[in-house]
């Protein structure tokens, strides 16, 4: 990293033309501006939590709505949390970047990082991309860029695959373990919904591709015109509905792996998080000691074990040559009739994508024993705030 002085007589030695005058002074003395070109190849991370939606949509050009765009705008220096010092993180604006990394750095340590805006790109030795997630929108944007370390359509096109919820069917399929419950159905047909409705009175309809909160349908009773509409929209859209009995949850929670795309899953750690109405609202940072004492007053730290050593297997052998990455399975425990009665529900969601419990992950336990909370909050713009239960 070279600082004012040294950057000069680099940009004069390499007659590099830069606006030097428009770079804030500010962030020039906390960042130490760096020479373009001259530092060894690097990784750049970016956090694209429109993901999701891009993904179903599966367009090169692709707007997400605004509170995606607010969403990455804000909070785009995440990434910082697990950037090398000599790697990179892409955001939207530098100068808030900083200040939002600086507060956050203030309460769970890390170091100085990197921040890059678009118009820095084309000018950056970067070998390798770690986003949020793949999708056909972020290789467009990078490939405009002037970044060529993108995958290609095809393999962009396996990552899409295995994210359909048809993989959740599966998997679930083969977690039917003593104290575990849980059915699912891909469907492709009103008729097929229709069915299941009165077989369980009260299900859920899931969009093979969407993010969390949306694409997501809880129906009781019958269908109306509305849900009818809604359902036949998206089996035109995407070929078919992910239909399963409605749980009555007590817990969210998932696990966080990373794939090696060669067949390896590896196990990194559990996720204690809530939602609101389907859409996330915080996690639990705790040692994992503790996150398993917690689920044990429900499911055996046992049965944890065994769900999560059969993911690897199972998972391993899917991604193999397909997937290299993090990904993250949410679960959830439901109660049952009897008197306090618990079941582990062990394939919600497969996200093949980083997700806010690999975050969490990142935030060591504090050293005073007690568990804080991370917890993304929206006042005049998105904040992580981590603060004592």
């Known amino acids: 990293m070279i600082c004012s002085n040294s950057f000069l007589k680099v940009v004069q030695s390499y007659n590099i033309s830069f606006k030097l005058q428009s770079l804030n002074s500010k962030i020039s003395k906390k960042l130490c501006i760096f020479a373009p070109k001259l530092r060894k190849m690097a990784t750049l991370y970016i956090f694209n939590p429109e993901h999701d939606l891009a993904l ?4 090169a050009n692709f707007t997400s709505p605004h509170a995606g765009r607010k969403l990455r705008a804000d909070l785009g220096f995440l990434p910082a949390l697990w950037a090398g010092e000599d790697d990179y993180i892409l955001v939207e604006n530098v100068e808030q970047a900083v200040k939002a990394y600086g507060r ?25 991309v770690e986003p949020w997630g793949w999708d056909l929108a972020l290789r467009s944007f990078l490939l405009r860029y002037g970044v060529d370390a993108v995958p290609s359509d095809d393999e962009i ?33 009103l008729a097929d919904v229709s069915a299941m409705l009165v077989e ?8 093979p591709w969407s993010s969390s909160g949306r694409g997501v349908r809880f129906i009781e ?10 359902i036949q929209n998206i089996i035109s859209k995407q070929g078919s509905v992910v239909v399963e009995p409605y749980y009555r949850k007590v817990k969210d929670f998932g696990m966080e792996f990373e794939s090696d795309g060669k067949g390896n899953v590896n196990y990194l750690g559990l ?4 939602t609101k109405n389907g859409a996330y609202t915080g996690n ?20 944890l074990k065994t769900v999560r050593e059969t993911i690897c297997d199972k998972l391993g052998k899917l991604f193999a040559g397909k997937y290299q990455g993090l990904f993250g399975i949410d679960m ?9 009665g618990f079941l582990l529900h062990p394939c919600v969601e497969i996200n093949l994508r980083r997700t806010m419990g690999h975050v969490a992950l990142f935030i060591p336990p504090f050293a005073d024993g007690f568990v804080r909370i991370m917890q993304i909050v929206l006042t005049d713009k998105y904040r992580i705030r981590v603060r004592k239960p």
Not at 111 to 128: T, W, Y
Not at 221 to 230: C, P
Not at 284 to 297: G, N, R, T, Y
Request: proline share 1%; charged share 25%.
């Open 271 to 274: 996720s204690l998080f809530h």
């Open 332 to 340: 959830m425990v439901v109660s049952t009739d009897e008197k306090d």
């Open 221 to 230: 009773g019958e269908l109306d015109d509305y849900q009818s509409r809604w």
């Open 56 to 59: 179903a949509a599966n367009l």
């Open 284 to 303: 639990l940072i705790a040692a994992e000691e503790e996150k398993e004492e917690f689920l044990s007053a429900y499911i055996s730290v046992y049965l």
């Open 104 to 128: 956050l750095r203030a309460k769970v340590g890390s170091g100085p990082r990197h921040f890059v805006d678009k118009s820095q790109l084309a000018r950056i030795n970067i070998n390798k």
């Open 157 to 189: 096109a396996i990552i899409r695959d295995l994210s359909h919820r048809k993989h959740a069917v599966s998997l679930l399929s083969e977690l039917h373990l003593s104290g575990t419950t849980g059915t699912s159905s891909c469907v492709d047909s």
């Open 200 to 207: 369980y009175g009260h299900i859920v309809v899931k969009a």
